[in-house]
């Protein structure tokens, strides 16, 4: 019958829907292509899949620096988004290195906090202990896993890095030259939330002999992580999603520090970007 025949052409045609495409804000990763590179939005939610996948990594941690374009003479990249993305494909590097007034500024903010905390009343400190150690070593920046976070209306990035300590053949510089090449001056402060020392975050802030390189990487308790993770894993309470947050939240903090030293720079003449229609 007619009636019949309707019934079944909406059917199918509801059936074809189903089929459909979701729309974009329905994804589990929102991404769009920037000047064919691909950025996803959801920043979250993809480090907390890439730690997911590497669970154990012995080395967790996140270094600041640039995103400069590949061939340009080390052009920073300006995108025209509004909010913090990870970056993926080609045509970008990530310069991991500081300029050395950021390094100083950013070592001067961590040498207040560490003055500070000492000086205040023990009943009125935000932190269980906030700690500076000093040593020498070689510089190893080799790693396995890395995403790319861009920050919006600064030159300076991230980007968090994952792999396995160096071992000891790895520490060892194969000759007199390369040995002092790369060895470095490194001041970490670690911030310890409780007593018991179980939640740290640290800044690590080095400089090579010759004064001509500069770094700055933060890091956390991984043993931490990964025990919040097993016990994600096995359904019970869990501070997991919490780290990956406060990691984030502690790099774009150390990242606004180093643009409040670079505010004076002028995308016009040193990024590589499209221009706007006010701008030249």
Not at 128 to 148: C, G, N, Y
Not at 221 to 236: D, I, P, S, V
């Amino acid at each position: 019958s007619r009636s019949a025949g309707l019934a079944d052409a909406a059917a199918q045609k509801q059936r074809g829907s189903r089929k459909r495409a979701q729309p974009l804000d329905q994804l589990p990763y929102q991404k769009k292509l920037t000047f064919r590179r691909l950025a996803h939005i959801s920043c979250e939610e993809q480090l907390q899949a890439l730690f997911e996948a590497f669970s154990g990594t012995e080395v967790v941690r996140i270094v600041l620096g640039r995103l400069v374009a590949a061939g340009e003479g080390q052009r920073n990249i300006v995108l025209p988004v509004a909010t913090e993305v990870v970056i993926e494909g080609a045509g970008h590097q990530f310069d991991g290195t500081l300029t050395k007034s950021s390094w100083e500024r950013l070592r001067r903010l961590l040498d207040n906090q560490h003055q500070h905390w000492h000086a205040m009343d023990a009943k009125a400190r935000r932190w269980a202990q906030i700690s500076r150690t000093t040593r020498m070593t070689h510089s190893t920046p080799q790693h396995d896993q890395e995403r790319t976070f861009y920050c919006p209306g600064s030159f300076w990035h991230y980007q968090v890095q994952l792999g396995a300590p160096p071992t000891k053949e790895e520490h060892k510089p194969q000759e007199a030259g390369s040995a002092e090449a790369s060895k470095q001056e490194e001041s970490m402060y670690r911030f310890c939330k409780d007593a018991a020392g179980g939640i740290w975050w640290s800044v690590a802030l080095s400089r090579d002999v010759h004064n001509s390189k500069f770094t700055a990487e933060l890091s956390l308790n991984t043993h931490l992580l990964w025990e919040q993770h097993q016990r994600m894993l096995a359904g019970k309470a869990h501070s997991f999603s919490l780290l990956i947050r406060d990691l984030l939240r502690n790099a774009r903090s150390l990242v606004s520090v180093l643009h409040e030293d670079s505010h004076a720079e002028d995308p016009a003449r040193t990024g590589c970007f499209y221009p706007g229609m006010l701008e030249p």
